[in-house]
């Protein structure tokens, strides 16, 4: 084997090497990607749920809200009467 031979294939090794290296890099990157964007669904998931729940709760106050005024509304009419008397 000539050293011009030789020299081309340590070359080629190296680039294999070095090629080698850089998949397992980028499916490294990759599997973090997805692991990240599954995260985020997930997440964007709850926060979806969270809103429902709030927008729930809101609704329930609102009727409680409701009830509280029509039963003060009714005592400040009873009041009403009594200071008509």
């Known amino acids: 084997m000539s050293v011009p031979e030789a020299d081309s294939l340590t070359d080629l090794e190296a680039r294999i090497h070095r090629a080698v290296e850089l998949v397992g890099q980028l499916r490294a990157e990759r599997d973090a990607a997805v692991a990240e964007r599954d995260a985020a ?6 926060a979806l749920s969270e809103m429902q729940k709030l927008r729930d709760e809101v609704e329930e106050m609102r009727g409680e809200r409701k009830q509280v005024r029509g039963r003060i509304e009714k005592l400040l009419g009873q009041l009403d009467q009594l200071s008509e008397s």
């Open 41 to 46: 669904r997930s997440g964007a998931g709850a």
